[in-house]
Nanobody, 119 residues
């Protein structure tokens, strides 16, 4: 099994910055892609950004140029630097990873961390 623990959420004014972290732990042999998703009331869960084990990244159009995803493979940790935050970025941000365990390759999810951007 894989456990993901997010940190770094909070309340910030519009235009401000936050950095989220997500650390993976457990019995896995390899982590493939890692990513961040967000969910706000009344909206479907949205992909924010993903990063492969080789460092290739993908972003939602709504965050391109403002958010940056990175990872430290030695620490099994993925980060999301969020700049120029807008009220519409308010959501619960969850991290996900695709990892190989004795059970095979599958996706795992964290509990999420609240990000609130005030206008």
């Amino acid at each position: 099994q894989v456990q993901l623990v997010e940190s770094g959420g909070g309340l910030v004014q519009a235009g401000g910055s936050l950095k989220l972290s997500c650390a993976a732990s457990g019995s896995f042999s390899w982590i493939n892609a890692m990513g961040w998703y967000r969910h706000s009331p009344g909206k479907q869960r949205e992909l924010v950004a993903t990063i492969t084990s080789g460092g290739s990244t993908n972003y939602a159009d709504s965050v391109k140029g403002r958010f940056a995803i990175s990872r430290d493979n030695a620490k099994n940790t993925v980060y999301l630097q969020m700049n120029s935050l807008k009220p519409e970025d308010t959501a619960v941000y969850s991290c996900s990873c695709n990892a190989r365990t004795l059970s095979g390759l599958r996706d795992y999810w964290g509990q999420g961390t609240q990000v609130t951007v005030s206008s």
